[in-house]
Each structure stands twice: as C-alpha cells, then as structure tokens.
C-alpha cells in the first residue's frame, strides 16, 4: 500500500479541531508504512516582534510543545513523524511551501475550527487558498471524523481531470478493499443523460480494471446537493471530487462544489489536483 501516497504532509494546530485530521494522517501513515510529515504554521505578528518579542517565543515553544505530544502519539502507531514549526504572515502560504519542500502528494489538514495562529483554516477563504494553489491533493476533515472502512463516492464530469479524480478514488478503494460509487450529474434532457452515462460507465470500467469494486450511478439536480444527498444515500465515509471540472457544462465539480460538499459532510473530502 506504500505506493498509494508516498509523502503525507499533515497540517496542524494540534488542538481539539485537528484531532480528525491527525488521527487520520497517522492511521494512512501507518497503513502506507511511510513517515509523516507535520508542519504547524505560526502567524507571524509584527506588532508582537516590535513590542512583545517574548509573546511569539512562547507560542513557538508551545506549539513545539504540542508537535513533540502528536509525535509520540504517532510513534505509538509505530509511525516515524517529522515535523516542525513555521513562521509566516499567511499560514496556507506556510503549508504548501512545507509540500513543495517535502515533495508530498497528499496534504491532509481540518476543515473548520477557531481561529487561532493556524487562522481561517476551515471552509472558507483559508481552505479555499489551501486546495487552489496547492502542489498536490488535499485532504480536508472534520475534527470526529476517522480513516474510511465503509465505502467511497466520487464523482467525474468526464473532464481529463474529471478521469484522475475517479483514478484516485479507485486505487483508494483497491487499496482498501472498499466498495466504490461514481457518479455524475445530469441536467434534465435526454442528451446530458446519455452523456453522463457514458462517463460513469466509463469510469466505472476503468475503475474494475484497477482492482476496485465499482457501480455506477447518474444523478439529477444541482451538482452539490445532488452529489451530497448520493455520499449519505450510500454510506460512504470518503468523498472524492476534483478540483476543477468542465465549466462549459453544467457538471462542474470544482471550487463552489467541492468547497460545499466538504462543508456540509462529515466525512473527510479529498480534493484532488488536475494534471497541469
């Protein structure tokens, strides 16, 4: 399973709204066998470094402090964690250079919380920064939320991109043995169904190919709601969507979409990166 993410950068705060996405980067790290990389941004305040310079050099031993607990968490896992603390005026700037430096393929971080020296990390503005400019996947999950054991949902738009998406979620449910839904959203005339269909059968042939227990489904409606309403319907506890789809057809799965599911479901939503 080592080749299905080879590098994990977890992004965290180490507080009570981090804990899903700590307990699932040590649970993948631990079933890859590969270490985990951590990184715990610091907003640099620069009023604090003109007037109060010993306030920064307390929240630095602190959240060293905090990052020394997760390690010996993972090692109780028997999974290596190398992390440490960066310095930034923009936290999301902070992770991603952490990715480009490790090289990582997979970042996993919280989707909402409070605001705090890791601030807007949650669906909004600081996600939305995090999954754009990102230089791999993104893995966003609520703070109860575990490694996946029930099922998988992704959907495709039939975009090449659309294609990975539905690549990523089939290795993951290979990997897993766990059962795999594809879906894609139809508008309401017989043309875009036909069309849907033949991406979802697609799809879900490819998907079989790869290992992976696939079945496939089209939907009508709204892509967010409808792609929603299909993850609860099927129990799945990982979605998967992409980061950008066809914006010349009304099955777009990026930005708006992604942002929206990942906010109203608790199961962990991964975003994955187009081939540039």
Not at 82 to 89: A, D, F, K, T, Y
Not at 117 to 137: K, N, Q, T, Y
Not at 225 to 232: C, F, G, R, S, Y
Request: charged share 20%; net charge negative; glycine share 8%.
């Amino acid at each position: 399973m080592g080749d299905l993410f080879r590098t994990v950068l977890l992004a965290t705060q180490c507080t009570e709204f981090d804990a899903g996405a700590e307990r699932i980067g040590i649970a993948l790290a631990a079933q890859c066998g590969i270490p985990l990389y951590a990184v715990l941004p610091l907003v640099s305040n620069t009023e604090y470094e003109t007037f109060a310079p010993m306030l920064e050099d307390v929240a630095e031993v602190q959240a060293a402090a905090a990052l020394q607990k997760l390690r010996e968490t993972a090692a109780a896992r028997g999974v290596d964690l190398i992390g440490h603390v960066r310095l930034g005026e923009e936290p999301y700037r902070e992770i991603i250079a952490e990715a480009v430096e490790r090289s990582a393929d997979l970042i996993v971080a919280r989707k909402r919380g409070k605001r705090g020296f890791l601030a807007h990390l949650l669906i909004g503005e600081m996600v939305h920064a995090l999954a754009r400019h990102a230089p791999c996947d993104v893995l966003l999950v609520a703070r109860e939320a575990s490694l996946w054991s029930r099922g998988i949902l992704a959907a495709t738009d039939g975009s090449p991109h659309g294609r990975r998406t539905t690549q990523v979620a089939a290795s993951i449910a290979a990997a897993f043995a766990l059962p795999l839904t594809i879906v894609s959203v139809a508008q309401d005339n017989d043309a875009d169904g036909r069309i849907a269909t033949e991406y979802v059968d697609r799809a879900v042939s490819a998907a079989r190919a790869a290992g992976a227990s696939a079945a496939g489904q089209v939907l009508s409606g709204k892509p967010p709601e409808a792609i929603l309403h299909a993850a609860e319907q099927a129990g799945v506890d990982l979605v998967v969507l992409g980061r950008r789809g066809l914006s010349a057809v009304k099955r777009v799965l990026l930005g708006g979409t992604s942002e929206w599911v990942a906010s109203h479901t608790e199961a962990p939503v991964l975003i994955v990166r187009a081939d540039d």
